[in-house]
């Protein structure tokens, strides 16, 4: 039967009723139990939200809702309290009936709609549904503000001694006249002792939360009821929308504390405390899954402000700080939490503490020294495991670069030596895809594009691109500093290059006391429009390091200021997915500015060089090198033709190698010596390929291609992976002349800095153990899709 019917009947049966007999009425009382069968809540839901959409305009002129006049039995309350009163259902309700000392539960679903009364759906726990209007509930404009909140969809209710009725257009309703009537998120479970046996086993969720108590405010009902969403939200791992219920919930609080026009008891006020703390901690660690360490700091002090020795708060405060780089800082957290904390008190273990405690003593002392152990954490890296390390900053700061048309650069303060370590920098913003399913259907040509980074092929770069740029977006509207360190990384006018230099202390660890401190969501007071998503992922993507074949794209902030060059001054390595490690591979003086290659291989010719550059970096590089072998572009042409470029026998390998000894013997071009080694350095993979054939080393007579090439990379680039693992493979070091050996122990030396003798050569051999398994892991990618092509 259609709705309208059903309600044209029960219309007509109560007319009836009307003017009958005591025993016919009493028949049709029976006669007028309503049979919930034919009263679906899907055509109740849809016919509700056809009306809610018609009326929305009015709605949102938040036109105040007149209180409504009604008689005093009407109005009167129920002064009996759940516990008291006996649950029924939807299905047993009676028209034109005042249900007394009985209770409906259930749980609102839909959004509220504002005519005289409140207007809304209510759900049974039988799963029945029923209209519920509810008058003098918005008694000023701040409640209508707030009605979305206060009947949002999704409340557990509970209705005291239900009116059943017929409105006016002659729909059935559940009246509420009282908003004291009308409990939110209800407690109290149990009746007086006789139960609803015909209640079926309830198919929603156990209703939750706190008493109805007369002293505690509906405020902390209806945060309550929120913060149990957002504890929902979290648990499905829905960050976000657990940090927005959480903001809501804390709005709710704040917001009675400050509007409330009464005096509230000891007892409410201690049960609004406790729900801000509870949501401001809850929220700071949702906030933590999302890095957005300035925002989850903020939330857990002001949890710390409203009750101190909440050991939750204290952790996760601690956890923030270390995230901002803050290690003594955050020491001081766990070491006040371990202190305050009772065993196995607040679900948290000592055992948990005391393990942060001791990662944030050993990244102080990182942080501090610049002394790390290397070989223990690439070994951590090599198992898979993200090792633990501390942010470091060393000798650097933010200044003009040596070429105007480059803008802004990082400079050293003071001389440093070949493996100073100049900084350790963590990373602000990682994505990854997964290579496998990326290069599916690509060809032979894309899949090697993809492998070298190369943003041409814009369904894998824009990915992680796009990603990043997200990632950025949403810490940044939680933390002005952060904004301001992503805004500092945007290209200047290089014309105005003093002017656009940031101060190095935005970039060194630091607390900021001024951002907002209230339960008032930062991302409320940042216009999302303000954000050009295109230039920050432009930005993201100038600046992000990408690594050959990992399909990935890693953002720093600090390191985002050093330059390129193919003769660079410095090297930097990732270590694991967050940290990267720079260290200086030359001499500079004070006020030098860093250098750094942005190739992952900066040992290839002019052509292959420039090509990454180009489609990966977007620019053009004019570096002394790249000028020099721009100018040799013949010479060089003649060099790179697709055999000498794959090397695929020793011939061309010999070929190279012998035809570039020659010029630099006959041709005048070449006299400089510091321009030989560049092309020398160049072409690696041809001096190196063959180290192991006596063949191929007799037929080169005099070069001795292994002192000429370790001498000229040394020159060049300071230091190479690629040459060391060679090296390690095909010669025996032993065997090697002192003059060798010394230039590749100075290699090992720029590149990992100052370590004993041992570890240093223990640390050579694992990154070349763990270059040769990237390298296969990328070859049997490329090959197992290039076979699927066919």
């Not at 994505?431 to 990326?438: K, P």
């Not at 970039?507 to 409320?524: C, G, I, R």
């Not at 160049?682 to 370790?710: C, G």
């Amino acid at each position: 039967m259609e709705l309208g019917k059903l309600l044209l009947r029960a219309r007509m049966m109560l007319d009836a009723a009307a003017h009958a007999t005591g025993e016919d009425e009493e028949e049709e009382e029976d006669e007028l139990v309503l049979n919930l069968e034919y009263c679906s809540k899907d055509n109740l839901v849809r016919a509700h939200d056809q009306l809610l959409a018609h009326l929305k305009p009015v709605n949102n002129l938040r036109e105040i809702s007149a209180p409504i006049v009604i008689g005093a039995s009407e109005a009167a309350t129920s002064s009996r309290p759940l516990r008291g009163l006996r649950p029924i259902h939807i299905r047993n309700l009676q028209v034109n009936c005042h249900h007394q000392g009985r209770v409906l539960y259930g749980e609102l679903c839909v959004e509220p709609l504002k005519m005289v009364a409140v207007q809304t759906i209510v759900l049974d726990e039988a799963g029945h549904a029923a209209k519920l209007s509810v008058y003098n509930a918005l008694p000023n404009q701040h409640f209508v503000q707030k009605m979305g909140t206060l009947f949002r969809k999704g409340l557990k209710v509970a209705i005291k001694e239900p009116y059943f009725k017929v409105a006016m257009d002659g729909s059935l309703i559940i009246r509420v006249d009282n908003p004291a009537d009308f409990v939110r998120n209800p407690k109290e479970r149990q009746g007086s002792g006789i139960s609803d046996t015909s209640a079926p086993t309830s198919s929603l969720s156990p209703l939750f939360v706190t008493s109805s108590s007369p002293d505690q405010p509906t405020a902390v009902l209806d945060a309550h009821g929120l913060r149990v969403q957002g504890n929902q939200a979290f648990a499905a791992q829905d960050w976000k929308e657990a940090i927005r219920l959480y903001g809501d919930a804390l709005k709710i609080l704040l917001q009675y504390k400050e509007t409330s026009s009464f005096s509230p008891s000891a007892l409410s006020m201690s049960q609004v405390t406790k729900e801000l703390v509870l949501g401001f901690s809850n929220r700071a660690e949702a906030r933590l899954r999302l890095k957005h360490f300035e925002a989850a700091e903020r939330d857990a002090r002001k949890a710390l402000q409203l009750q101190k020795n909440h050991v939750k708060s204290c952790s996760r405060r601690g956890r923030a700080l270390h995230g901002l780089h803050l290690y003594k800082e955050a020491a001081l957290c766990f070491k006040i939490a371990l202190l305050q904390m009772g065993r196995g008190e607040d679900g948290m273990s000592v055992k948990d503490l005391r393990s942060a405690l001791q990662a944030s003593e050993i990244c102080e002392r990182q942080a501090k020294t610049g002394q790390y152990d290397l070989l223990k954490m690439w070994r951590e890296v090599e198992q898979g495991r993200e090792p633990l390390c501390g942010e470091y900053i060393g000798p650097v700061e933010i200044g003009p670069a040596r070429e105007r048309s480059l803008g802004r650069g990082l400079l050293v303060t003071r001389d440093v030596e070949p493996g100073d370590l100049l900084m350790v920098s963590k990373a602000v913003a990682h994505a990854e895809v997964d290579r496998s399913s990326l290069m599916t259907g690509l060809s032979k040509e894309q899949i090697s594009a993809a492998c070298t980074g190369s943003k041409s092929l814009s369904p894998v770069s824009s990915t992680y691109h796009d990603d990043l740029a997200f990632q950025i977006v949403d810490r940044a509207l939680s933390s002005k500093r952060f904004r301001e360190q992503v805004n500092n990384l945007s290209s200047t006018d290089a014309s105005r290059v003093e002017n656009n230099i940031p101060d190095m202390d935005l970039f060194v660890p630091k607390l900021s006391l001024t951002e907002q401190d209230d339960a008032y969501d930062v991302e409320e007071k940042v216009n999302l429009e303000s954000f050009d998503m295109e230039s920050i992922r432009m930005a993201t993507s100038s600046n992000a390091l990408e690594i050959a074949g990992e399909c990935c794209a890693t953002l720093w902030l600090l390191p985002s200021f050093i330059n390129h060059s193919c003769v660079p001054n410095a090297w930097w390595v990732k270590l694991g997915k967050e940290a990267l490690f720079v260290r200086a591979v030359r001499h500079l003086s004070k006020g030098q500015e860093v250098l750094i290659s942005y190739l992952d291989n900066p040992a290839l010719p002019l052509s292959p060089r420039a090509s990454f550059l180009q489609h990966c970096r977007g620019f053009e590089c004019r570096c002394e090198r790249c000028s020099f072998e721009n100018t040799m572009e013949p010479f060089l042409r003649f060099l790179e033709n697709d055999a000498i470029l794959r090397f695929v026998d020793m011939a061309a390998a010999l070929e190279v190698v012998k035809s570039l000894e020659w010029a630099f013997n006959n041709v005048t071009s070449f006299e400089d010596e510091k321009k030989k080694q560049w092309l020398r350095t160049s072409y690696l993979a041809s001096y190196t390929a063959h180290l192991d054939n006596a063949s191929f080393l007799q037929t080169l007579k005099d070069i001795h291609p292994l002192e000429t090439i370790v001498r000229a990379t040394h020159e060049t680039l300071g230091g190479s992976e690629l040459l060391l693992n060679v090296i390690r493979q095909r010669v025996d070091l032993e065997e090697c002349s002192p003059y060798v050996r010394g230039i590749v122990a100075g290699m090992s030396v720029c590149l990992y800095g100052k370590q004993a003798p041992a570890a240093l050569t223990k640390l050579v051999a694992l990154r070349g153990s763990m270059l040769e398994k990237a390298k296969f892991g990328l070859l049997a990618t490329v090959c197992a899709k290039h076979e699927e092509s066919l």
